[in-house]
């Protein structure tokens, strides 16, 4: 396979799509919706999210956490398929091409948007690099329901409404718990290899049992957000029902998960993207077919 495809890792790329198609289907029956700001937007998170794919490559190597031991996909830097030069010359294009991208959504939304704008690039690359790595601290999980579920779905809709609305936040909190999943998945994979390394992840400070438990919580938490939603009447049945026929394949997730370690959760990563955009694309259908 190409290396460069390797570095970008397209299984992860689910995860930054599934919140902007949500956010922006929310906002597509208002007087302001664009296609073009939703086009935008949608390139912008795949950008930030190759780019947070690329700069953990390089920075992981940097810092010695990536090794020989590793059992997660292909490193390209620690592998040798790829000079980490030119890994660090591609994220800081990416970085590049979603700044230029963000720049027409920053003159569309203001500054809540340049705001938000900032703190995503420090956030991809304060997540493996600088003083402070997130990944490094336990925050990991954390920057993932931030930025993949809260920025993601609240942003997009801020950007085409100009406001933001308690289903707005209601869905980016399910959408954050799954990308929460996402890098759970991913550390507790790679508890020894970076406890070893001194990469203090959630999964490494908890231990395994405990990460299985949290893994549950996050997959099946979306459910019962947008039941809650419905039954508080900030959400309309449809989209609700028809979300809820992605439940068995969170149960199923969650099962294999509580079976699995090692490299034997590296399919559960992609599997685990794809749960994300299965409920996004479900829920989206039933609120696009609302009357």
């Known amino acids: 396979m190409n290396p460069w495809i390797l570095a970008v890792r397209p299984r992860t790329l689910p995860a930054a799509a599934s919140p902007l198609i949500l956010g922006n289907v929310l906002a597509f029956a208002t007087d302001h919706f664009s296609w073009l700001i939703a086009l935008a937007s949608l390139s912008c998170a795949l950008l930030l999210q190759i780019a947070v794919n690329l700069a953990n490559d390089y920075f992981d190597h940097k810092h010695g956490i990536d090794t020989a031991e590793r059992l997660g996909p292909v490193r390209v830097s620690q592998s040798g398929l790829l000079a980490p030069a030119k890994v660090r010359s591609a994220m800081l294009l990416c970085l590049l ?37 997130l990944a490094s601290h336990g925050l990991g999980e954390v920057a993932a329901f931030i930025f993949f579920g809260l920025v993601a779905v609240v942003g997009s809709y801020l950007l085409q409404t100009g406001v933001t609305t308690p289903t707005a936040w209601l869905l980016g909190c399910a959408m954050g718990s799954f990308s929460a999943a996402i890098m759970l998945v991913n550390n507790t994979r790679d508890i020894q290899t970076d406890a070893k390394a001194g990469k203090l992840t959630l999964a490494v400070r908890w231990g395994q049992a405990q990460a299985r438990v949290w893994y549950q919580t996050l997959a099946y938490l979306p459910y019962g957000l947008i039941i809650s939603g419905f039954l508080l009447g900030l959400l309309p049945g449809l989209p609700v029902l028809l979300a809820g026929v992605s439940l068995p394949l969170a149960r199923g997730l969650s099962r294999k998960f509580s079976e699995a370690s090692g490299q034997a959760l590296n399919p559960l990563l992609g599997r685990t993207a794809k749960l994300m955009l299965v409920f996004s694309l479900l829920f989206s259908a039933g609120w696009l077919l609302l009357p």
Request: glycine share 18%; charged share 0%; aromatic share 16%.
């Open 97 to 133: 091409l979603a700044l230029a991208v963000g720049s027409y959504l920053i003159w569309h939304g203001g500054w809540p948007i340049a705001l938000l704008a900032t703190a995503s690039v420090f956030g991809v690359l304060g997540y493996s690099g600088g003083p402070y790595p």
